[in-house]
């Protein structure tokens, strides 16, 4: 997303999930603790990208820090 604006996000409230999720020209950096929503916001915008804005999904790479959150994206 050349030139897309940065927003930083600290809580993943259901605005910033429906944000995240929704607003597709804008790259996001979600720094939250643990249990707040990131993972769902990922796979909500991934999903987005592909049925959304059309993006091939096999454009799409998806990386997490954590096995249990791995899991969640497949």
Same mark, same amino acid.
């Given at each position: 997303?050349?030139?897309?604006?940065?927003?930083? *996000?600290? /809580? +993943?409230?259901?605005? @910033?999930?429906?944000?995240?999720?929704?607003?597709?020209?804008?790259?996001? $950096? !979600?720094? %939250?603790?643990?249990?707040?929503?990131?993972? *769902?916001? /990922? +796979?909500?915008?991934? @999903?987005?990208?592909?049925?959304?804005?059309?993006?091939?999904?096999?454009? $799409? !790479?998806? %990386?997490?820090?954590?096995?249990?959150?791995?899991?969640?994206? +497949?």
């Amino acid at each position: 997303m050349s030139g897309a604006s940065s927003t930083a *996000t600290t /809580l +993943v409230d259901d605005e @910033a999930r429906r944000r995240i999720a929704t607003d597709l020209g804008t790259t996001f $950096v !979600v720094e %939250a603790a643990a249990g707040t929503g990131k993972t *769902t916001a /990922l +796979v909500a915008r991934i @999903a987005g990208l592909v049925c959304d804005a059309g993006v091939d999904i096999a454009h $799409v !790479v998806a %990386a997490s820090f954590t096995e249990r959150a791995s899991g969640e994206i +497949v």
